[in-house]
């Protein structure tokens, strides 16, 4: 008589309930009538058979793994990403792009509110998610986007984006991103359109946020909210970075640079509540950006590229 575990019509439909159906050894064990032991080893003859194949998805940011465990650990993360430095910063940006979209498309699940800010980095993100799944997402966007320039880094651009990749919804912030006064700023919040958008914002699930140092390059200065005397003035006084046109010190302190907070969307101060806060940027010359990032904790989740995460790890090891 055959064994069971020679019968390849049995060792596909026990593979099939257990793949694609999702039961468990024991649920496979008591509707086929056989013994769990036999489903075990049916289930461990497959791949011999060439009946499973199993491959390892996600390599491109596992191959610095235990980089990522060392960068949790030390600075209190939830998760850490690296993929492999390039010299070219828009092939980088791409790369960090590609695998940010792969994150999200395991982490944003059904329902989720996500919201999303702006820049060049970020549109990567959006264009590089692989297959979601996710259903009835809503987008929401983490600052206004109302410009003539660069209009594609845009939040309010992103949101729609990231809403058509999952099928779900998007609001947009109709209002600048940045207002030139106090008194300005007062008196659009109290706008109803703007003000219910902002409440949303409070209870988010997921957060993406690019990282920024303010420079010649940077997405601040391409979408013509600020102006290199702005840029120069901030590099003065020592601003280590930039996180949804909010500024902060090495130690993401916000403080010495809350003056100047003129921007429509979701104070930073907020964003430390979101569950998972997710902050994609590399490159050395981002290094400061994100110690300041981190050390604020205005990120939970980092993906980066492997010269900065070296970079971050021998930073913390020096001050240890």
């Known amino acids: 008589m055959k064994k069971m575990v020679d019968d390849l019509r049995l060792m596909v439909k026990v593979c099939d309930m257990y793949y694609n159906d999702g039961l468990g050894q024991q649920q496979i064990s008591e509707q086929l009538n056989i013994s769990r032991p036999t489903v075990s080893r049916l289930l461990s003859s497959a791949p011999e058979q060439g009946i499973v194949t199993i491959s390892v998805s996600h390599l491109d940011t596992i191959r610095h793994w235990e980089l990522s465990r060392q960068l949790k650990e030390m600075y209190e993360l939830s998760d850490v990403l690296i993929v492999d430095s390039l010299s070219d910063s828009e092939e980088l940006k791409a ?24 820049g060049s980095t970020l549109l990567h993100v959006v264009s590089g998610l692989t297959s979601p799944a996710a259903k009835n997402i809503t987008v929401i ?12 880094l845009h939040a309010n651009h992103l949101a729609q984006l990231l809403a058509n990749a999952y099928g779900g919804n998007y609001l947009s912030l109709y209002a600048p991103a940045r207002v030139y006064g106090a008194a300005v ?31 010649e390059n940077s997405a601040i200065k391409a979408t013509g909210y600020y102006k290199e005397n702005e840029i120069d003035a901030l590099i003065d006084r020592q601003v280590a970075g930039e996180i949804n046109m909010q500024f902060y010190d090495i130690d993401g302190n916000t403080a010495p640079y809350r003056a100047s907070n003129t921007i429509i969307g979701l104070d930073l ?11 994609v940027a590399g490159g050395l010359d981002k290094l400061s950006a994100i110690r300041g990032a981190i050390s604020g904790r205005y990120i939970n989740v980092l993906i980066t590229d492997y010269a900065c995460a070296k970079a971050l790890l021998n930073v913390r090891k020096e001050h240890l």
């Open 185 to 215: 700023r007062n008196a659009l919040l109290k706008e109803d359109s703007i003000a219910s958008v902002l409440r949303l914002q409070e209870h988010l699930d997921v957060a993406v946020v690019g990282i920024g140092y303010p420079n």
């Open 269 to 279: 101060a907020k964003l430390k509540r979101v569950p998972c806060s997710i902050g």
């Open 95 to 118: 790369s960090l792009g590609k695998a940010a979209g792969k994150y999200l498309s395991h982490r944003i699940r059904d329902g989720h509110r996500v919201g999303i800010s702006m």
């Open 141 to 152: 966007p983490l600052l206004g986007g109302m410009g003539r320039l660069r209009t594609e």
